[in-house]
């Protein structure tokens, strides 16, 4: 065998060796990706395991929070939701706002009227005694996120039903 043969055979074994290590990386990368693959759809149905085990325990909650079986758990439970009251209260004072005394919710101390009930607040009360109702035109605000009350112009939430001011009700 001549030296042009023998070069040829090594450039044959050579290649053959590339390609080899070319499929066994090719295999080896499709391998990589389809566990990638898996390991994502484990992850995404334990994330949906945990979404319904959450929802069972809410449930389970909200039907029964006196629960003996879970009395250790609800009372954690219990115990956050007293410290999340007890930081809007903290809050609500920063805010300069009060609870409506008839359905709690949280309003402007200046409010007329509750804007969720309709109840005539201490303010409003002050303001009717004191002949405090005056009119003024709507000011210009984005419709999607505020309503005007029709009776004296008062911009409010998009989610009041009632006007904080004059406590006319408000159109849905």
Same mark, same amino acid.
């Given at each position: 065998?001549?030296?042009?043969?023998?070069?040829?055979? /090594?450039?044959?074994?050579?290649?053959?060796?590339?390609?080899?290590?070319?499929?066994?990386?090719?295999?080896?990368?499709?391998?990589?990706?389809?566990?990638?693959?898996?390991?994502?759809?484990?992850?995404?149905?334990?994330?949906?395991?945990?979404?319904?085990?959450?929802?069972?325990?809410?449930?389970?909650?909200?039907?029964?929070?006196?629960?003996?079986? /879970?009395?250790?758990? /609800?009372?954690?439970?219990?115990?956050?939701?007293?410290?999340?009251?007890?930081?809007?209260?903290?809050?609500?004072?920063?805010?300069?706002?009060?609870?409506?005394?008839?359905?709690?919710?949280?309003?402007?101390?200046?409010?007329?009227?509750?804007?969720?009930?309709?109840?005539?607040?201490?303010?409003?009360?002050?303001?009717?005694?004191?002949?405090?109702?005056?009119?003024?035109?709507?000011?210009?605000?984005?419709?999607?996120?505020?309503?005007?009350?029709?009776?004296?112009?008062?911009?409010?939430?998009?989610?009041?039903?009632?006007?904080?001011?004059?406590?006319?009700?408000?159109?849905?």
């Amino acid at each position: 065998m001549g030296f042009k043969e023998t070069v040829m055979e /090594f450039a044959g074994k050579v290649g053959d060796t590339v390609d080899k290590g070319i499929k066994s990386g090719s295999e080896g990368l499709q391998k990589m990706t389809e566990k990638s693959r898996l390991q994502k759809e484990i992850n995404q149905r334990n994330i949906e395991i945990n979404n319904i085990f959450q929802a069972v325990g809410q449930k389970l909650y909200k039907e029964d929070p006196n629960n003996k079986m /879970f009395e250790g758990v /609800f009372g954690a439970v219990k115990e956050k939701e007293t410290q999340i009251e007890e930081f809007k209260k903290q809050l609500a004072v920063l805010e300069d706002k009060t609870p409506c005394r008839t359905c709690g919710e949280m309003i402007s101390k200046e409010a007329s009227v509750c804007p969720k009930c309709g109840n005539i607040t201490a303010a409003g009360q002050k303001n009717a005694a004191s002949g405090l109702n005056e009119t003024k035109q709507p000011e210009k605000v984005e419709a999607e996120k505020v309503k005007i009350c029709k009776n004296c112009g008062n911009t409010l939430d998009d989610t009041a039903r009632f006007c904080n001011k004059c406590g006319s009700k408000l159109d849905e």
